[in-house]
Structure formats: C-alpha cells, structure tokens
C-alpha cells in the first residue's frame, strides 16, 4: 500500500508509467490475438443459403426446368395458412395437385472439393396440405446440370429429405451418387407427417460419418461404409468352385431297419358300399351296372421308411472364399466433388408442400446455431397459430354440424305436417263419396205397406 501511494500521482516519464503502458498493451495485443483466431476458427463457408425473404421469387436466380413431356406444376411465395412471422416463415410452395415441379439454383460458391471439410445440407418443408403421396426432399447436383432440363433421370451428387406414398412409405431419403450408381441407406428414417414445419439436417463428415437431424435432433448416425454399399466386399465365394462328390450334405436318411407292413398296401379308391342298383336300370339297355367308386379311407399311400439321423452329414457344403477381383479400399467416401447447383425434382399428388431455410454449409455448428435462431423460434410460434387455426376451423365445422342439424329438423317437421294434411284430406274425400245412410222411420217394408192398403179396403166396404 505504502510502495504504491508513494509514487502517487505518476509523474510523466516515470518507471512507474512505463511498466503500465507496456502492460496495457501487451494486453491489447494478446486480446487482439485472440480475436483473430476465434474469427479464424469459426470462418464457416456458406455455400449457398436461401430464406425467400424476397417479395417476388428471383427467376434468374430460380430456374425451372422445361424437359419436354412433362408437366411442371409451378411455385409460389407463401408462408402458409397458419406461421409465426409471415415474412421470416415465406417459403417456396408447391401450387398445383397432381403435378411434377423441376427448379433449381446454382450456389453462391460452388464446390470444388469437400476433401478434409465436412458438409451439411440443411432445409425446412412443411406439409400442411396433408401430404399423401409426394416428394419433398432436394438434390445438389453437379455442374453438368443443364437447368432447363432437370428431371429425374438427371444425375446428382445427393438426394435428400422426406418422401410420403401411403401410409407405410414415410422415409427420409439419405441417397449418395458414387461412381454412377445411386446407393440407398440401409437404415429406416421415419420422417414427419404431420401439418408442421420440420427441419432436415443431413452432416456428411471428413471421418466418413454421417448424422441425420430432424428438428435439430440427432435421429440417426453411422459409418458411411456400413450403412451404404459403397464397396464391393473384400471376399466372395470362389465362383469356380464346386463341391466334391463324396460331400454328404443329407442331414437325414432312410432307417435301413425299417419295414413296410403287411397290410400297407390298399388301392386308392373302392366301390361304394352304400351305393345300391336303381329300380330303373336295364342290364340291356344300360349295361351291367357297377357301383360309384369313393376314396379309400384305408389308403396310406406310397410307403417310405421313417429318416434317422445321418451320421455322416457334413452340413451345408459352401465355397471357399477368395480374394474379390472387385474390391479396392476407399478412405474418402465422405468426400464430394463438383457441386453446383441444388434443386427440388418430386411429384406430389397433393400440392401445398412450402420448402424455406435452405442452408449447405461446412461447419455443423454453424448449421445448428442457424437452426436456433430461424427453425426453433418459427415452430413455436407456428405451433400456437396452428391451434388458434384449428380452433377456429372446429368452431366453423361445429357450428355448420347445428346448422345442418337444425335444418334437417325443420325439413322433418314439414314432412311430417304435410304427411299429417295428406291422412286429413283423403279422409275428406271418403267422407264426401260415401253413400248417404237412410233413416229407418223412412224405410217401409213393401209386405207391411200391402197388408196396411188390405186393411184399409175392408174398412171401407
């Protein structure tokens, strides 16, 4: 304390204010150091990265294709029924059912080689049209693409992302070009199928790995050697080879103690013995009747002896494995050349499909933490306008149900009324037509009329 106060105030050109200077800037110099390497270390390549924040899709940066014989459905900007941020949430939409749609772009740094760096390809797609059988993955193609002709025989470096037909096939696509032949992965990824925006990151490292995200969760992981058939295998089976002739390869063989039984052998069917001569029958005229034959149910069939074990089984007789003509090793089968362009090449029965936050890129953790700040803050606010969407759409079906309801009643009651108004009328009509009912005073009977006019005659005489 006292070592410091006495040379309080610095006087210029002290000891004290040298030390301090040369301090303070050899700090400087270290924090300026450190800087530099941070920004080095995370200088992440974006190869390309498209969040259609545009109000009109750029055509000369989009390309659709125009291959003859097929027809193209076309895109549009919409952010969907229901989003979090119109604007953040606008994506490329597919417009028309039953249709192909080819579009493509070329990235803004094209790929010259993947060696020694990882990729990542990441992109958004929400199905909100209750997909049903459609395509909603992309492609990154090389640079022999012709745009204007994409289609599906075009070939591609990778195909990524879901595919929905029915309702078994719901997988994501993880498809890699290599050396002409399209290898599928042998794992299962289920992918999302409900109405919501989901993420899709695929992460191709120089380790030959891979990870699969979906959401920004790790769903599935692997050796690429494993999970794909890049490589023939080392060995085969000698295809010139042939098993020898003394090779028992019978498990079983016949119990050379055993016998037939006596009473084995029985013929297959027999006469009827039910069956009787009908009444009607002429020996002459028909022939001599014979009974209907039926199955013998004493029959047992060929006979073969019971099987024992074969003492001298030697198993299944396989060739001898040699060396593949075929096989060579490949430590780079992560590694990706010529790249150019990505597009979206599918069918879709259903249209409606919006593909937005389109990233491929060399660091992973710079794919996530993009992921953090678009994907993850869209879904949650899309989650809270996709139940207000739906509330509203259960208020209008509920209130269409009562009001279909109320006029079913209202059309019942009329039929009863008028049912109720026929049953009256005809009544009416039956009444009007019936004879009229005579009164018996007025009925005279014609033998008491005769007698009373007798009467009245012998009276008067």
Known sequence: SSGINAE??????STRVYQLVCCYTSVMFLLVSLSCLLIIARS??????EDFTDKELDATKWV???????????FELSAGQFYHDEAADTGL??????????ISAALDEPIESTEGKNLVIQFSVKHEQKIDCGGGYVKIF???????DLNGDAPYNIMFGPDICGPSARRVHVIF???????????EIRCKDDEMTHLYTLIVRSDNTYEVRIDNKKEQSGKLDEDWDFLEPKEISDPDASMPEDWDDNPFLDDPEDTKPEDWEQPETIPDPDATKPEDWDDDMDGEWEPPVIDNPDFKGEWSPKQIDNPAYQGEWEAPMIANPKYFEDDKLYLQKDIKYIGIDIWQVKSGSIFDNILITDDEDYARQVAKETFEVSAAG????????????????EEERKAREAEETVEDDEEEEEEDFDEESAFEEDAEVEPPVKDEEAFVDPEELAETQSTEAKDEL
């Open 8 to 13: 309080w105030p610095l006087r210029p050109g």
């Open 44 to 49: 992440e390549i974006v190869y390309f990265r």
């Open 64 to 74: 659709y294709s125009e291959h003859p014989g097929t027809e193209y459905g076309k």
């Open 93 to 102: 939409q597919t417009s028309t059912d039953a249709r192909f749609y080819g």
């Open 142 to 148: 090389p640079s022999s693409l012709d745009q204007k």
């Open 177 to 187: 070009n290599y050396k002409g032949q399209n290898l599928l992965i042998k794992k």
């Open 382 to 397: 899309e989650k809270e306008k996709k139940d207000a969407h739906d509330e509203v759409d259960r208020k209008k079906r």
